[in-house]
């Protein structure tokens, strides 16, 4: 991944922006253990998002996986904010630059997601991610979101880029996922719900979740630097 992104983390600044990302990625990494277990897989922090997991297969990247972790202090995300912040249209460039840098080989059936993480609503017009309804894909979004979708990306791009550019980064909104993730505002209590997730994924057999989590903890901080 060589490439310059697009920036898009203006939304989340420094200290607890940081530790809600690097939050983020934990908890994935052992919400979804039992898939990660079996899998070989690479992490960037802070490259084209705020983190993207590659996943390999016969040394060829068969899937790639970026994601916006985005706090918010008060209210809910909604299509019209998520706009006005440029994150879906950065959030699709972003989306493309990983598919077209070509410094590591794509499988043939190679493929990617692009998602939108909080732990805050997030409100999609017909759709709505929260505690119970976690995740909507692009595809389950109702027509008059698609286009304002599309309307976003338009707007946002002048016509210098190229027509065909543009085309690009609109084909990349089939791979767009919006996703509720159930972690608390307070970074503290985002840590002990990690802390628990360990003890309910290894049970026993890691005597210390908390030294587990600050080693994990240190070893995200070290490679972020």
């Known amino acids: 991944m060589t490439n310059e992104a697009p920036h898009i983390n203006a939304g989340v600044e420094g200290g607890s922006g940081y530790e809600f990302q690097r939050n983020c990625l934990i908890f994935i990494l052992l ?7 079996e899998k070989r897989y690479f992490i960037c922090m802070e490259s084209a998002d705020d983190f993207i997991i590659c996943f390999l297969e ?33 959030m699709c460039e ?38 119970a309804s976690e995740i909507v894909k692009y595809d389950d979004l109702e027509e008059k ?3 304002a979708i599309k309307k976003s990306i338009n707007e946002f791009y002048t016509e210098d880029k190229g027509k065909e550019h543009i085309d690009k980064i609109l084909d990349q909104r089939k791979y767009l996922i919006f ?9 503290k209590e985002q840590k002990n719900c990690l802390k628990g997730k360990i003890e309910e994924v290894f049970n026993s057999n890691v005597p210390n979740p908390q030294a587990a989590l600050d080693t994990i903890i240190h070893s995200l901080t070290i490679s972020s630097t």
Not at 76 to 85: E, F
Not at 179 to 187: A, E, G, R, S, V
């Open 31 to 37: 919400d979804e253990y039992d898939y990660f277990r």
């Open 58 to 90: 016969n040394n060829e990247l068969k899937e790639v996986r970026t994601y916006q972790a985005k706090k918010k202090s008060n209210g809910n995300w909604t299509i019209r904010n998520m706009m006005q912040d440029e994150i879906i249209p950065k």
């Open 94 to 131: 972003g989306g493309l630059m990983v598919q077209e840098d070509k410094s590591f080989p794509h499988a043939d059936s190679y493929t990617q997601k692009l998602h939108f993480l909080s732990n805050q609503i997030i409100k999609l017009n017909n759709k709505i991610c929260n505690e």
């Open 145 to 147: 979101t698609k286009k």
């Open 179 to 187: 996703k509720f993730i159930d972690l608390n505002k307070k970074i």
